[in-house]
């Protein structure tokens, strides 16, 4: 089974990732050093894309100290954005989540509720890096539903969602099959696999 590191201190990402790259026969490890995640400084830019290169930047750095270069590591970065509010909470999706929280989020909508979820994935083959996006339409909830997820799960309606559940309502694997993550990792392991990885 081949591995890919993947640098994140996001539980919720991970297991997403391990759910999809799981019964395509790759093992996605959680990257640690010294057995903990590391840190990964992530710069002021109204860019996902940005953001995310510059977290491989420090992640490959990083392998390179541990002798580990040959290996794959994937960093990824995702934002909510939301129509009614341009650009926000966008690159600003952490910040926002924990100052105003989902609750915030449903107090400044009215009826416009359109919002899509973005995510950059940036991947280090061990030779160089290759970035892959993914976009997930939906729609903002009226009301805070569902257990699972994590983030934004609860607010957020994929299109593909025929019942009207949120992404916290649903599996990994109903998640994973619409999501923004889900589409990145998807393409990522087509160039995987193509590439004979
Ligand atoms: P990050 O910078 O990529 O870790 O994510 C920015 C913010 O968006 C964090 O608060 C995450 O919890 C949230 N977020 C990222 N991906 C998702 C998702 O798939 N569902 C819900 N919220 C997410």
């Given at each position: 089974?081949?591995?890919?590191?993947?640098?994140?201190?996001?539980?919720?990402?991970l297991?997403?990732?391990?759910t999809?790259?799981?019964?395509?026969?790759?093992?996605?490890?959680?990257?640690?050093?010294?057995?903990e995640?590391?840190?990964?400084?992530?710069?002021?830019?109204?860019?996902?894309?940005?953001?995310?290169?510059?977290?491989?930047a420090?992640?490959?750095?990083?392998l390179?100290?541990?002798?580990?270069?040959?290996?794959?590591?994937?960093?990824?970065d995702?934002?909510?954005?939301?129509?009614a509010?341009?650009?926000?909470?966008?690159?600003?999706?952490?910040?926002?989540?924990?100052?105003?929280?989902?609750?915030?989020?449903?107090?400044?909508?009215?009826?416009?509720?359109?919002?899509?979820?973005?995510?950059?994935a940036?991947?280090?083959?061990?030779?160089?890096?290759?970035?892959?996006?993914?976009?997930?339409?939906?729609?903002?909830?009226?009301?805070?539903?569902?257990?699972?997820g994590?983030?934004?799960?609860?607010?957020?309606?994929?299109?593909?969602s025929?019942?009207?559940?949120?992404?916290?309502?649903m599996?990994?694997?109903?998640?994973?099959?619409?999501?923004?993550?889900?589409?990145?990792?998807?393409?990522?392991?087509?160039?995987?696999?193509?590439?004979?990885?």
């Open positions: 089974m081949a591995t890919l590191n993947f640098l994140t201190g996001n539980s919720g990402k297991a997403e990732a391990q999809l790259f799981g019964p395509l026969g790759w093992e996605i490890q959680a990257f640690e050093v010294d057995g995640v590391p840190d990964v400084i992530e710069p002021q830019s109204d860019n996902l894309t940005t953001v995310a290169l510059a977290k491989i420090q992640a490959v750095e990083l390179a100290s541990q002798n580990r270069l040959e290996e794959s590591l994937l960093v990824e995702s934002g909510l954005f939301i129509d509010l341009p650009e926000f909470p966008g690159v600003y999706s952490a910040h926002v989540l924990q100052s105003i929280g989902c609750d915030g989020i449903l107090r400044l909508l009215d009826n416009q509720r359109t919002a899509y979820f973005l995510t950059v940036a991947l280090w083959t061990g030779e160089a890096v290759e970035v892959f996006i993914g976009r997930c339409d939906g729609t903002i909830s009226t009301e805070i539903k569902g257990e699972g994590f983030g934004y799960d609860p607010i957020f309606i994929p299109d593909e025929e019942d009207g559940r949120t992404f916290a309502e599996t990994h694997e109903e998640k994973s099959a619409y999501s923004h993550r889900g589409r990145a990792l998807r393409a990522l392991f087509d160039y995987l696999d193509e590439d004979g990885a």
